[in-house]
């Protein structure tokens, strides 16, 4: 054990003609690790008999934490002399504590020595408890006379230590200056400088000659570093967000999570490309903010100028990275689906890392990525980005889709930095792509690792410190085939691997307050549900009730005439398909169940996309084939609005993936009173229970088939038409309002993703 300043002065008067004649005091220890070794004892010279002793308490992250009384207990000359101090919280930080004691002349251990040591105990739910283990969330200053403030000398002579206290206030000046502390990092440490705390002093004087200046800031920013929120600081490095930038589920999952954790107390920001097909309509305060030159191109002296733009999303802060560059990445019209995906999204993540890396804040915790698009983050951060002040960051990757994994041509190890590291970057243990094939000639471009491809979200699975996905089920999938040639990989990281089911942002899927429903519904007043579904009829130009819409059969409430039906009083079932029209979301039995349930006398409409043009060809046969006179209806387009009157307005919802990571349409349908039949897959199994299990009533909600083939889709719809021909009130009275509280919000997995970035932190 060291000590950090043993020297002890002779006692002296302070003058104000002689400063260096200031009554000398010297602190033994005062910083964390020595006082734990010191059992918490302070000692202190002092060189006048009269002092005060101030303590500061941090109680963050202390058995103390929620205390509402808080004690010093401290003891002198050995516990010879024992009292409570008791402490006041400070405006300004509720979890910083601070007291003073003036002790008296008896309770010196010696002429001219205080030795004190001290614990903390506090009133916690009206038990009393106790943070003895000490350290480094606490200190004491020595005032040795009033008004003259507090002396703590560094070294022996007080004029070196003046000069020293002189240095450190220009430097602060200078680092506020170059935006490497903050205007408030700056304010707090010029007053901890002022007062010779012996901390600050210590740390100074350790770096004053380190001529980087970034270095400097950080550990000068650590003597304050009580000043940060009490939670993480998250930035989603993501290419969806919703309702911006929306595909799919990925853009549901990034906003909503970042809104849950912004309200359960992390900082939360996010990070999207600026593509030119974002709505920008509902972009609040779009602002450029900061120009950077991003390094990006076979030539290391190439940079490509990168506008960072700031706005508000939902209430969400969200930056938006633009290159200026000839490939023009971010302005095609699309988000996904072309040639050059995987470098436009290495752009992107290596753009983001330089964003955070040169901006004026601290750095962040962590850094959650999402899918391969943000995969190149992991390697980046790790090899390229770690000198550059992000070196505490950690990574969490969320995979929502095994099935997109990102192709890099090796060529562009050059564009990413990691050059360097080329040779272990790749091996078929990190990124290597063992199973694409060979690149193109014409690709190779004479570059040494022109001849292969990397495999951007393998490379994210090896560097992330955590991994999700997106539901448990999933999880247990991807260690298998649903690992698509990455299992073996999963498998060796199964230490980081977590499955954490999305959440439904509630707020946006409320059918009580949903502003695209032409009326609202709840739990208990299921009413305006049937007025949405004559209403949607009528837009889709289907019967409602057996009564052709614009005839007098019904009002405009839905109060339909039932004449005619044979159905009885509420109609027939509406079915409804919302979804990517791709082979993992069964087409083949999206189409056995749509034909399957027309025969059996249900109304059907799909609204998708299909970004396959042969797969876009065969649903627009189909909706000819089912033609304006008949039963079912296919919009083929995306229309967010329209989604969620097909939600409110159906009677079910059919979701028959070939695999499916977490699934978000079975959630919405859930909270909408619209009852799932779905294939057991995935996330579709951990959120769908079929009504005829054997299992508690109120955990039941939907029909669910395990088969791949036609006749189980065939045999769920059938049995659920049934269910709602044939138990009218069963279905309206319980399960409608049953499957509508059921609780697939984020409050539990927003706080299990706190939990994983917790434990990324240590
Ligand atoms: P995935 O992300 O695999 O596409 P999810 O079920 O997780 O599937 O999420 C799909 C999201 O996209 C849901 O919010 C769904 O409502 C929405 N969606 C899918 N297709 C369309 C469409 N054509 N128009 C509007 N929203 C759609």
């Known amino acids: 054990m060291v000590r950090s300043a043993v020297a002890l002065d002779g006692p002296g008067t302070a003058t104000e003609s002689n400063p260096d004649k200031q009554p000398a005091v ?104 106790w943070d003895n283990k000490g350290g480094s969330n606490w200190t004491v200053a020595v005032e040795v006379a009033p008004g003259v403030g507090l002396v703590q000398a560094l070294n022996p002579t007080y004029a070196s230590t003046r000069e020293l206290t002189s240095s450190l206030l220009l430097r ?58 009490p939670g993480l600081n998250v930035v989603h490095i993501a290419s969806e967000m919703a309702p911006v930038a929306k595909v799919g589920g990925l853009a549901d999952v990034t906003a909503s999570l970042a809104k849950a954790h912004q309200a359960s107390g992390l900082l939360t920001e996010i990070i999207l490309p600026k593509y030119d097909c974002i709505k920008y309509d509902d972009v609040k305060e779009l602002k450029k903010m900061a120009t950077l030159h991003v390094p990006w191109g076979p030539d290391p002296n190439r940079t490509i100028e990168t506008y960072v733009w700031s706005g508000l999303v939902d209430g969400l802060p969200v930056y938006f990275i633009e290159p200026n560059c000839s490939e023009r990445y971010f302005w095609r019209g699309k988000f996904y689906g072309e040639p050059d995906d995987g470098a436009r999204f290495s752009f ?41 002040g992000l070196a505490r960051t950690r990574a969490v990757l969320t995979i929502h889709n095994m099935a997109f994994q990102g192709h890099l041509n090796g060529a562009f190890l050059q564009h990413m930095g990691l050059t360097p590291r080329a040779a272990h970057v790749t091996s078929p243990d990190i990124m290597l792509d063992g199973n694409a094939p060979p690149p193109a000639p014409a690709n190779n ?29 999933y999880a247990n999938e ?15 990281h199964r230490h980081k691997l977590a499955g954490v089911l999305n ?92 034909k399957a349930a027309v025969a059996a006398g249900a109304q059907v409409v799909v609204l998708g996309t299909a970004p396959d ?19 079912a209806r296919i919009v083929l387009r995306h229309d967010e609005a329209m989604s969620h009157r097909i939600f409110a307005a159906s009677d079910m919802l059919l979701v028959p993936s070939m695999f499916e990571p977490c699934g978000l349409t079975q959630l919405i349908a859930l909270r909408y009173g619209t009852v799932p039949v779905v294939r057991e897959t995935g996330g579709l199994a951990d959120t769908v229970r079929d009504v005829a299990k054997a299992m508690p009533e109120h955990e039941k909600n939907g029909f669910t088939f395990t088969a791949k083939d036609a006749p189980a889709v065939e045999h769920a719809l059938q049995r659920a038409i049934n269910a709602y021909r044939d138990g009218r009130t069963w279905w309206q009275q319980e399960l409608m309002p049953r499957i509508m509280r059921q609780d697939f919000g984020w409050t539990q997995s927003a706080s299990t993703y706190q939990r994983i970035y917790n434990e990324a932190m240590h």
Not at 358 to 381: F, K, S, T, Y
Not at 453 to 470: E, F, M, P, Q
């Open 613 to 631: 043009p042969k797969d876009q060809a065969e649903w627009e046969a189909l909706a000819k084939e089912v033609g304006a006179g008949g039963d």
């Open 26 to 129: 010297q602190l033994i220890a005062q910083d964390g690790d020595l006082l734990s070794n010191l059992d918490d004892k302070v000692q202190v010279a002092v060189a006048q008999p009269s002092y005060t002793v101030r303590i500061l308490y941090r109680s963050r992250g202390t058995p103390l934490q929620d205390a509402s009384d808080i004690w010093a207990h401290m003891g002198h000359s050995g516990w010879q002399y024992k009292l409570d101090v008791k402490l006041e919280r400070q405006s300004e930080d509720p979890q910083a504590w601070q007291g003073s004691y003036l002790i008296p002349i008896k309770q010196l251990s010696a002429s001219w020595h205080l030795e004190t040591q001290m614990v903390f105990k506090g009133l916690v739910g009206g038990h009393e408890r």
């Open 503 to 594: 959440g439904l942002d509630y707020e946006t899927w409320n059918p009580a307050t949903d502003p695209c429903l032409p009326a609202h519904f709840t739990s208990e007043d299921l009413s305006g549900k049937r007025a949405c579904k004559a209403a949607l009829l009528r837009e889709l130009g289907l019967p409602f009730d057996g009564v052709l819409p614009g005839s007098n059969g019904h009002d405009s409430n839905g109060n339909g005439n039932d004449s005619g039906s044979p159905w009885g009083p509420n109609g027939r079932p509406l079915i409804a398909i919302v979804s990517r029209l791709t082979q993992q979301k069964g087409l083949h039995l999206m189409k056995a169940g749509l």
């Open 172 to 229: 602060l000046e200078a680092l506020v200056a170059a935006r490497l502390l903050t205007p408030e990092q700056g304010s707090v440490l010029r007053v901890l400088a002022w007062q010779h705390d012996m901390g600050l002093i210590k740390a100074y004087q350790e770096i004053r000659n380190n001529k980087d200046e970034r270095q400097v800031a950080g550990v000068l920013a650590g003597r304050c570093s009580w000043l940060r929120p």
């Open 348 to 388: 992107f993540s290596r753009a983001a890392l330089e964003f955070l890396a040169q901006r004026q804040h601290e750095a962040p915790d962590i850094i959650h990525c999402h899918d391969w698009q943000a995969a190149a983050v992991g390697p980046l951060l790790k090899e390229t980005y770690r000198a550059s």
């Open 478 to 492: 991807v260690l298998g085939e649903e690992g698509k040639g990455l299992q073996h990989m999963l498998q060796r």
């Open 445 to 473: 471009s004479g570059n040494p690792y022109g001849h292969m491809w990397l495999n951007l979200l393998k490379g994210a699975i090896v560097y992330a410190d955590r991994i999700t996905t997106v539901s448990p089920t």
